[in-house]
Structures are given as structure tokens and as C-alpha cells.
């Protein structure tokens, strides 16, 4: 660039600064929309991802706390409409957007928000059929969680006072929309189970937009109401409205007014129902009674003439007395014939001569045992001399008796049996009959 002949030279940092403000000045708030890719979140909060279409892309970020404003997650591949400011990353010299609001093309940031969090507690199980708690019959009070100045209290005051005027109500009053409703709500909902005072809750409120429901989209309440103990209706807005707490409760009520309709019988039908009971416990009781009336009358046609009876079991009292009293004659003859059996065997075998038999007896086998032992004794001392007489025989103390000797090379103690094995100067031990000698080779001889 030349200034009246003058060149002005620029830092790389000037001219992206220049290129920055012309940037910031002239697209200070802009709409686009664009396919999302690319996206991250690091640690600090913030959300960096790429905007593009079949011809461009755009490099986006949007801060932390913008970010905690999103009622809803963006994904890759997920068409977006955003709002922000152009501007200038100076380090890369990238132009970027930087974004301040986004939501979904084609679906409110709100209702996209809905979307994902069903599908998310969906997942999860918080609307399984088999979490959903029975309302009582006839619940003696109900909690009431809802705002103190809305028409939805007062509908419901009207409908539980025409069904059932005398039931004992608690209101927990709350906010039930903006911000810091979605906390009072779930608050209230943990607050009634603590204290476990009612039978029932409902929870809702009137009609509204989507944004003045919202606090019943919350995932904070969705969860109270799944960790209740009490069973929950929910109550929100009209019929066609349907919000989170709806799936998680036992009990989805189109509106307020119908929610106490559900909650509790009307008293005339419940008078009508008990006149129909009694009625019927009547007719039963009536129908039982004639069935036993009835057999009252059959079993008294068949009973007999008690004397009768009486006599056929005195006749037959008598005839067991007369087998009974033979029966103890005979058994008191056999055993006199046991007994005379039994004095014959015993004289039979008297203890005496059982005795005197065992000592002729034992006689006998001493006898018998004294001659065995002698025998054996004379045929051991004959086999001890013959022994000793062979050992004598093989004993070397013998050949030493006739002059010999036996001879150890020391120090090892081996037996010398041929003048091979000696040198001169050895030193021998000479075993003789009686004691040894040490000797010393002067030579040897074959």
C-alpha cells in the first residue's frame, strides 16, 4: 500500500486485526444455517464445531456460559439454525463464528430438548410398566403438589369436595413455571415421601405453551417422580398436552379436574356400592341358611331311635366282656404250661454238673499242655546243641587255636592274604587266639 508515495507496511497482527473489526462491524448479528460436524466439548465448557453445507463450511464456537443455556445436545450431522457474530481467531488467523443461541432446523430448541430426554429416560426404564404403582381405593389424604393461585387447585378443591367432601387434603404450594420451578417441584415430591403423610400425590398444573410446561420436562422432576414411594398422578395442562412427568407417573390424568376424578370415588357410589354388598351378603346369607335348614330336616328323617342304639352297643359291650374273660383263662393256662416247661429244662441242666464237667475237662488239657511243652522243650535243646557243635566248627577262633593268625594292614584294617599286597615298612596288626601284636615288614617273599 503506498500513501502519497509512502509505503505503509503492516504486522501480521494489524492486518488481522483490521480484517476483525471490518468483520465485527458489518456482521455483528447474523442467522445461518448449516449441517453440524466436528463437534467437541473439552474441559472448559466450551462447544467448538464446524457449520457447513454442500458448498462451504464455517468453523463455530460457543462459550461455556451460553452452552449452559441450551435446553437441548447437539449431535454430528444435526441440521441447526444459529445466531451470532462474525470474528476473527488471530493465533490461526481463522474467521469463526462465534455462536449465542442455536436450536434445531425444523424443531424448537424446546422440543428437541423433550425429544432427547425421553428418549434418554426411555432407555433407562423410567417408564416401564412395571415401576407403576397401584392407586389406593380409598386414599384417607392426599398431597397435592401445584401452584396456590392457579385455576388447577381450585378445579381440583371443587371436584374432591363434590366426590368426597370430608377427605383430609394437603397442598405443598410451588412455582410451576420459570425458573427455579423445576426444583420447588421436585423438592416438594421428596418432601412429601420424607414425611409420609399422604396416600396419593398429584402433581401438575393448568394449561400453557410448551415454554410454560416446561418445568414438568425437567429431568430433575422426571426423576423425583420415578424414586416416589407414593404413587403419582400427573396433571399438566389440557388433554392434548404431554409432558415427561406424564411417562414416569402411575397415573397420566388429561387434566387437573379429571386427576380428582381419578384420585377418588365419588361418596354416593361408594354408598351405592356398599347398599349392593349388603344386599348381596344378604341374599347369600339367606340362600346358606335354607341349604342347612334343609339338611337339618334330611338328617333328622335318617337319625334312629337313640335306645335302640343304645342297646345294640350294650349287647355288644357284653359279648367283648365274655371273649375278653376267655381269653384271659387261656392265657393264664399257657403260661402256667411255660413256666412247668421251663422248671423241667432247668433241672436238666444243673449248674453243678455243668461245673464238674468243665474241671475234668481243664484236667485234661493241662495234662495235654505239661507234655507238649516238655517235648518241645527236649527238641530245642537238641537242635542248640547240634548248632553249637557247627559253629564250633566254622568258628576261626579255632584255627587261630591251632597256631594261626590274621593279619591287617594298617591303617585301612584289610586282610592280607598274599604277600602282593605288602611293601616294606608296612605296619601290620597280627590278630592271635589271644590278644594281637603291631609288626613292621622288613621284606617280602613269594
Known amino acids: 500500500m503506498e500513501l502519497f508515495g509512502e509505503k505503509r507496511i503492516l504486522t501480521v497482527s494489524q492486518l488481522t486485526g483490521l480484517i476483525r473489526g471490518v468483520l465485527e462491524e458489518n456482521f455483528e448479528h447474523v442467522w445461518v444455517e448449516g449441517e453440524i460436524s466436528n463437534l467437541a466439548m473439552p474441559a472448559s465448557g466450551h462447544l467448538y464445531f464446524t457449520l457447513k453445507d454442500a458448498g462451504a463450511q464455517l468453523r463455530c464456537v460457543m462459550f461455556r456460559a451460553s452452552v449452559r443455556a441450551l435446553k437441548f445436545k447437539p449431535r454430528d450431522g444435526m441440521g441447526l439454525i444459529v445466531r451470532g457474530r462474525l470474528t476473527v481467531y488471530d493465533q490461526r488467523g481463522d474467521y469463526q463464528l462465534l455462536v449465542e443461541y442455536l436450536e434445531p432446523q425444523g424443531l424448537g430448541a424446546l422440543q428437541m430438548a423433550f425429544i432427547q430426554l425421553k428418549e434418554r429416560l426411555a432407555k433407562e426404564g423410567l417408564f416401564a410398566e412395571e415401576h407403576k404403582k397401584p392407586l ?5 389424604r392426599i398431597g397435592i403438589v401445584t401452584s396456590a393461585t392457579g385455576a388447577a387447585i ?3 378443591l371443587n371436584v374432591l369436595n363434590r366426590r368426597f367432601a370430608n377427605l383430609e387434603i394437603l397442598l405443598y404450594p410451588v412455582r410451576v413455571q420459570g425458573e427455579g420451578a423445576a426444583a420447588e417441584i421436585a423438592g416438594a415430591i421428596r418432601d412429601f415421601n420424607r414425611l409420609g403423610a399422604v396416600d396419593v400425590l ?3 398444573r393448568g394449561g400453557g405453551s410448551l415454554e410454560d410446561l416446561w418445568a414438568f420436562n425437567e429431568e430433575v422432576v422426571a426423576r423425583a417422580i420415578h424414586q416416589s414411594r407414593i404413587p403419582v398422578i400427573s396433571a399438566v395442562g389440557h388433554e392434548v398436552d404431554f409432558t415427561i412427568a406424564d411417562f414416569v407417573a402411575d397415573l397420566r390424568a388429561p387434566t387437573p379436574s379429571a386427576a380428582a376424578e381419578l384420585v377418588v370415588r365419588s361418596k354416593s357410589e361408594l354408598v351405592a356400592e356398599v347398599d349392593s354388598l349388603s344386599h348381596r ?3 347369600t346369607m339367606e340362600h346358606r341358611l335354607a341349604g342347612f335348614d334343609r339338611e337339618v330336616q334330611v338328617l333328622s328323617r335318617s337319625l334312629k331311635d337313640p335306645t335302640l342304639l343304645l342297646g345294640h ?13 376267655l ?7 399257657r403260661r402256667r404250661q411255660l413256666v412247668q416247661f421251663l422248671v423241667n429244662r432247668l433241672r436238666l441242666q444243673n449248674p453243678a454238673v455243668e461245673v464238674e464237667r468243665g474241671r ?15 517235648r518241645r522243650l527236649d527238641s530245642a535243646r537238641e537242635g542248640i546243641a547240634v548248632g553249637a557243635g557247627k559253629l564250633e566248627a566254622l568258628s576261626p577262633l579255632a584255627t587261630l587255636a591251632r597256631g594261626y593268625a590274621i593279619a591287617n594292614l594298617l591303617p585301612e584294617g584289610v586282610v592280607i592274604r598274599e604277600s602282593s599286597q605288602l611293601a616294606a615298612g608296612d605296619r601290620l596288626r597280627l590278630r592271635l587266639f589271644r590278644g594281637s601284636a603291631l609288626c613292621r615288614v622288613d621284606s617280602c617273599e613269594d
Open 202 to 204: 398429584i402433581v401438575g
Open 360 to 374: 475234668e475237662l481243664l484236667l485234661g488239657l493241662a495234662n495235654r499242655a505239661e507234655r507238649s511243652m516238655v
Open 327 to 333: 381269653a384271659c383263662r387261656g392265657g393264664e393256662e
Open 281 to 283: 351378603l344378604r341374599q
Open 136 to 140: 389406593p381405593r380409598l386414599p384417607r
Open 154 to 156: 381450585h378445579d381440583m
Open 313 to 325: 352297643l350294650a349287647q355288644r359291650i357284653d359279648d367283648l366282656a365274655g371273649r375278653l374273660n
